[in-house]
């Protein structure tokens, strides 16, 4: 099969996908991710551009820094991608890439390998002379899918030092592109009481429980509908006994939210809650394990966004501007302040599953809407 893109063939991007699908490359297994890194180094490589591999972290695989314009101190747009899945090892053997009909499957296979894979491609058939007058940096994450935890401060700095930032997450299967996203945190609330005998000694014990079920209805009157603040107590565990008084109890709480001010207050509130417990005793830690900002577009982000649409009109590719739930690094640069677009990979669904699925339909057409963009970018 092949398209208008430069003689494109599904068959051997199919081929160019299939590595990087067959390994595992969970966050928490470094190697894997640093072997996605080594395909993706040789690809970018080839093309003659320049790649950089950052280690943040024992603990996480390599980030990679590439651009076809060593030593800039400002890009013209920058390009993000993430290196990591959510599965654990032995994933990759049981669901190694599979195409039945106009359908990918596999773990990883739209979130996000696709649109790795679909941006060096698009670079790759842009026009030299469009290269020549375009600065562009590409930045592929190893540990977007635990909140890039080690890489976010290197995102942030270098999409401070571009002009727009696009991710290439999936699109949705409906063909939308992403304007906004939701902001997530996750927050783990210990509560130390005091253990007795619940028969003989009742009134000399504390408990944790009962702390930690205040907590989850006063948890639950912070919820706001109407703006999209939202807050669940997911997991909860406590207790040794049904006759002791438990000492002990925690529960991990999620967070999303369109107001990065709403969540600022929730933040707040339950740094108060614990100086403040319900029971006299009680001591109560909070720790917020995870925060991505609320990404949302300002002026200039309203700019790019119509850059975007003229393009795709351009190539007769219809779709809508998305306001989606779940995160990723664009929350972070559009929160630094920078244009961020996301949803530039091509179309999918079923993230986190083992029903993740790419359209083969959508992956020319979205390589060519890329870059479509890029090449009015350079103008």
């Not at 899918?145 to 942030?156: A, N, Q, R, T």
């Not at 991505?292 to 850059?307: F, H, S, V, W, Y």
């Not at 995160?327 to 640069?333: E, H, K, Q, V």
């Amino acid at each position: 099969m092949t398209d208008s893109l430069n003689g494109f063939s599904l068959d051997t991007y199919l081929a160019d996908l299939a590595p990087l699908i067959n390994l595992d490359c969970g966050t928490r297994t470094p190697a894997g991710v640093a072997k996605v890194a080594d395909i993706m180094t040789e690809k970018y490589e080839a093309i003659g551009w320049q790649v950089v591999r950052h280690q943040f972290a024992d603990e996480c695989g390599p980030c990679l820094e590439i651009t076809n314009a060593p030593g800039a101190s400002h890009y013209d747009v920058m390009l993000v991608g993430h290196m990591d899945t959510v599965f654990p090892e032995g994933t990759a053997a049981k669901r190694p890439l599979k195409v039945e009909g106009d359908q990918a499957f596999g773990p990883g296979v739209s979130d996000m390998k696709s649109g790795l894979l679909s941006t060096w491609y698009a670079l790759k058939a842009l026009d030299p002379a469009v290269l020549a007058k375009l600065r562009v940096l590409v930045c592929c994450n190893c540990d977007e899918e635990i909140g890039s935890p080690w890489s976010k401060e290197w995102l942030v700095e270098k999409a401070k030092q571009s002009g727009c930032v696009l991710v290439a997450e999936a699109a949705r299967p409906s063909g939308d592109l992403i304007s906004a996203r939701k902001g997530n945190a996750k927050y783990r609330i210990r509560f130390h009481g005091k253990a007795s005998h619940a028969g003989s000694a009742l009134a000399e014990g504390i408990s944790a429980i009962t702390e930690l079920a205040n907590w989850v209805l006063a948890i639950n009157e912070q919820v706001n509908l109407e703006t999209g603040t939202t807050m669940n107590v997911g997991v909860v565990q406590g207790g040794t006994g049904v006759n002791v008084v438990p000492d002990f109890a925690e529960a991990i709480v999620d967070l999303r939210f369109w107001s990065n001010d709403e969540a600022a207050a929730v933040h707040e509130r339950l740094g108060f809650m614990a100086n403040n417990p319900f029971l006299r005793g009680c001591r109560v830690e909070v720790e917020r394990q995870t925060f991505k900002p609320a990404m949302r577009p300002n002026e200039d982000t309203q700019g790019l966004m119509r850059l975007v649409e003229d393009a795709a009109a351009e190539e007769g590719i219809p779709f809508n501007w998305l306001e989606a739930g779940g995160g990723s690094d664009a929350n972070f640069t559009a929160a630094a302040g920078v244009p961020s677009l996301d949803g530039f990979g091509p179309m999918g669904g079923g993230f986190h599953s083992q029903s993740e699925f790419l359209l083969l339909d959508s992956i020319a057409p979205r390589i060519r809407l890329l870059k479509r963009v890029l090449t009015k970018l350079a103008r």
